[in-house]
């Protein structure tokens, strides 16, 4: 009885508990007063601390899905652990781009903008951080190669149907796909997507893990061994620890649903910060991407500096990528149901910066082993598209 409860007090501290009530308590009082505080006689001044309010919960909230998360990724091990906190980061962030869709403005390229900003954050911030101070740490720092180069792959394939692709063809016009075009893009990056998952969680999963030292791949023939060992590990789990599990995944959850009853109400928000303010429509979806993956960038930098940089890969190529394929059909249809207008065609300066970003994450995995440098190059590069928002 004692291990029990001694279990259920490090499954469930004190400070999640608190986390998980303070959060909850701030989703009750907007579900009751929330259509009063920001109905027709907002101000700035309340938008400003009604903002304040809401992002410090839903920072808060997503830390606690980071957190138990990350739990059940140690439990569960690669790749499943980094799909799970992956997948739970990214459909916070497809919740907030859709709360923003169907609020009282119009949003048509809410979906581009955040996948852009998303791109910019992690592909350059995020992976240029942990290049550079795992670099500065380490000297260099290994990676499965393969494994990297499919998400490359992956990148370029998506990024390039949904980013690219509708600046080019005749569509609906303005980057805007026909209904025929988002019905079947839709699909088929549904499928790609889902492709990418099934072989990364059964016969590829060994692309994604860290290779022995001195190594750069784990080859097709050895993914046996890392297969075996997962099964001794399934059958030493003890009723107790399949418990844990699913206590953390129901505290995963209670994390989670908070960001979504909240995130019509932040939606509101930033839209009437944003045109009272008269910002670059652009902020608005790197707000988002702010918001739903500073918990995770942190986990990524910190997987860096322990030496585990495939686990920093998976978190942010693997990020970008269910990004890009969960969003992209989740925006069309949303916007097929609803009527509203979408557009994922980028301008010539988010081309350029797109462009230039694949072709240096290409040649920073490109099969050898993370340097200082390339790392400074990627967050240059994000300075530079922080620049070009503001001041065009």
């Not at 581009?112 to 500065?136: A, E, P, R, T």
């Not at 792959?153 to 025929?180: D, E, R, S, V, W």
């Amino acid at each position: 009885m004692m291990t029990k409860n001694l279990l259920f007090s490090e499954i469930f501290p004190t400070k999640t508990r608190i986390r998980l009530v303070a959060v909850w308590l701030i989703v009750v009082l907007f579900l009751i007063f929330g259509q009063g505080i920001l109905g027709d006689t907002i101000t700035g001044t309340l938008a400003l601390g009604t903002f304040l309010v809401l992002l410090f919960t839903i920072i808060g909230a997503a830390f606690g899905v980071v957190k138990e998360a990350d739990e059940l990724a140690h439990k569960l091990g690669e790749p499943y652990g980094t799909l799970i906190l992956t997948l739970s980061i990214v459909s916070i962030e497809v919740i907030l781009i859709a709360a923003v869709m169907l609020g009282p403005g119009e949003n048509p390229t809410i979906g581009k903008d955040s996948i852009f900003s998303v791109m910019m954050i992690i592909m350059n911030l995020v992976i240029g951080l942990c290049i550079l101070l795992g670099g500065l740490k380490f000297g260099e720092q290994e990676y499965n190669a393969q494994g990297t180069l499919s998400y490359m792959g992956m990148i370029i394939m998506l990024g390039g149907i949904g980013l690219l692709l509708p600046n080019f063809i005749q569509g609906a016009g303005g980057g805007q796909f026909t209904t025929t075009q988002a019905v079947v893009l839709a699909g088929l990056v549904i499928v790609l997507y889902g492709f990418f998952l099934l072989l990364q969680m059964k016969g590829y999963k060994h692309l994604y893990i860290q290779p022995k030292a001195g190594n750069m791949e784990i080859p097709f023939a050895q993914r046996q061994e890392g297969a075996e060992q997962k099964e001794t590990d399934i059958k030493a789990v003890d009723p107790v620890n399949k418990k844990e599990i699913w206590m953390r995944t129901l505290i995963l959850v209670g994390m989670i649903l908070p960001i979504v009853l909240l995130s019509h109400n932040m939606a509101v928000v930033v839209d009437y910060g944003i045109k009272a303010a008269n910002l670059p429509p652009l902020l608005g979806g790197v707000l988002i991407a702010i918001i739903v993956f500073t918990p995770e960038s942190m986990t990524a930098v910190k997987a860096a500096l322990n030496n585990e940089f495939q686990r920093a890969i998976n978190l942010c190529h693997g990020a970008f990528v269910s990004t890009v394929g969960l969003t992209i059909p989740a925006v069309l249809i949303v916007g097929l149901i609803t009527g509203k207008t979408v557009l994922f065609g980028m301008t010539a300066t988010e081309t350029i910066l797109f462009v230039i970003t694949l072709l240096l994450s290409l040649m920073t995995f490109i099969g050898k082993r993370t340097t200082p440098i390339m790392g400074m190059m990627h967050l240059v590069l994000f300075v530079v598209f922080m620049l070009l928002i503001f001041n065009p």
